[in-house]
């Protein structure tokens, strides 16, 4: 009970600027007692005691699921998600819920840091900067060591992004290695859930709990075959003989990042990696086609992920109820929702032909010619590069301009959108600062390399020791 006691005491003392968690359970130090108990009678579990906050958009019982809406403030659900399970019965503590951008950050590309529900988060190195992507909760309260881990959600960038930036490790998977049942969705197609913690080894510990096939989600059937015990797979001797890639695309490198990647892969060759730079690797950016993919599986996957919910305490039941409930509510009506006028507007969804020629085209355009075809020409393992810049200024709500990112058919190709669309792995660890705000380095492979990248990724971070915890200031006193 003591760690969990510290862990609620810290959130409490050092929480209030940064809006990282929504809510602690009511039953946290219960669930620490019961842990306690079974350890003293010899019952220990892989994550016997370990406190875990949630993303608000994973199922747990005994909290509110609100995806960071009014819509869903009663959301009450009747079983965990898988993931939540998985993490109970592993005998974690399920100390409570972290913050997130509203439905995963899929409402308005017009800006809209945080929730209505949560507030807008900010970033524990600087509270002026932003957390970057939906899992912004997960990404603080990892850093600012408010539970020992966390488990985030991405779509396409929304785990390794605040990762990336808010100085801490983060795994998306393999599409389905980690079922999504119990989880407010994106697209089916993308959406994973992943840890995000303080070390490679962490993360590792998580992921074996949490991987593996579970049939209320058809999509993880291949899970089992794949899965692994991904803590023994690290080795500090990864790198040695490992041939990686280097692809240096997107907005990320600049006079100031570069010499930080620079120094990551001179780490990386002096731990036996064979350095590989790609200087045209040919990569396209995908937005054109995961636009109109996402838009689809929303409406589709939403609708469904309502439709289990208890009637009685959730009024809005498809997508067009999510949409009339924002137009009148105070709470929400001060926010555009293009995103979600734009999905409820489509037809068929993953049955409508034009959708299916769409997802083909994105999945080899991404897959097949893209990440793949880099590894193969290559003869690389992984590809390696920045997955980030340093989070930016937090900008007023309503100021942003032009289509969301993973709408935007314009600009550089992404490796971290090639690998969401792809359904491929991605790894970020971090990798020193820039003006004392964190940035990490990518490690990304085909289907199924979780195990290698992870290693790869534990050799990097422990012959580097790069992460640099944020200095916190406490939260202000409340008055009476």
């Known amino acids: 009970m003591a760690v969990t006691q510290a862990y609620i005491d810290r959130i409490k003392m050092y929480d209030g600027p940064l809006h990282g968690v929504i809510a602690i359970a009511p039953d946290a130090l219960k669930q620490a007692a019961d842990s306690d108990a079974r350890r003293k009678a010899g019952k220990v579990g892989a994550l016997e005691g370990i ?24 959301n009450m659900p009747k079983q965990d998600s898988v993931v939540t399970h998985r993490l109970r019965e592993a005998g974690a503590i399920i100390l409570g819920k972290a913050n997130t951008s509203q439905f995963a950050g899929f409402r308005t590309a017009t800006g809209f840091n945080g929730s209505t529900v949560g507030g807008g988060t900010h970033n524990p190195y600087d509270i002026t900067r932003t957390a970057a992507g939906s899992s912004n909760g997960p990404g603080i309260v990892a850093s600012a060591s408010f539970s020992a881990g966390a488990i985030g959600t991405e779509t396409s960038g929304s785990i390794v992004g605040p990762s990336n930036v808010n100085g801490v490790v983060g795994i998306k998977s393999t599409i389905a290695l980690v079922p999504r049942t119990g989880i407010v969705p994106i697209s089916l197609t993308q959406d994973m859930a992943g840890p995000m913690t ?14 593996g096939s579970d049939p209320s989600d058809p999509w993880s059937k291949d899970a089992d075959a794949h899965k692994t015990d991904y803590v023994k797979a690290l080795s500090t001797d990864a790198l040695k003989g490992k041939r990686l890639g280097v692809v240096r695309i997107g907005r990320a490198f600049n006079e100031k990042t570069t010499p930080v990647f620079d120094e990551a892969l001179a780490t990386m060759a002096a731990q036996g990696a064979e350095i590989v730079e790609i200087a045209e690797p ?27 919910t208890n009637p009685e305490m959730v009024k809005t039941r498809t997508l067009a109820d999510v949409i009339a409930f924002n137009q009148t509510d105070p709470r929400e009506s001060m926010h555009q929702q293009e995103a979600f006028t734009d999905a409820e507007a489509t037809v068929g969804g993953r049955s409508n032909p034009e959708y299916q020629k769409i997802l083909a085209e994105g999945k080899r355009l991404a897959g097949t010619d893209g990440l793949d075809r880099v590894l193969r020409d290559n003869n690389v393992v992984a590809i390696v590069s920045l997955t980030g810049g340093p989070a930016g200024l937090i900008t ?26 792809a359904g491929y792995p991605h790894l970020s660890v971090p990798a020193g600062q820039v003006d004392g705000l964190p940035i990490g380095v990518s490690f990304v492979g085909t289907a199924w390399t979780e195990d290698l990248l992870m290693s790869m990724g534990y050799a990097y971070e422990q012959a580097s020791h790069k992460r640099i915890p944020p200095k916190l200031a406490p939260a202000p006193a409340q008055s009476n």
Do not use: C
Request: hydrophobic share 45%; no cysteine.
């Open 51 to 74: 406190p875990i906050l949630l993303k608000d958009n994973l199922d747990a019982v005994g909290m509110p699921t609100t995806a960071g809406s009014w819509a869903l403030e009663h």
């Open 198 to 211: 303080r070390t490679v080894r962490d993360a590792a510990m998580i992921l074996t709990v949490i991987a």
């Open 282 to 308: 040919g990569l396209v950016n995908v937005g054109g086609q995961m636009g109109p993919i996402l838009l689809a599986d929303f409406k589709e996957d939403l609708n469904n992920y309502l439709a289990t």
């Open 396 to 421: 007023p709500d309503g100021s942003g301009k032009g289509p969301p990112g993973w709408a935007n058919p314009e600009g550089p190709a992404s490796l971290t959108a090639l690998a969401a669309l």
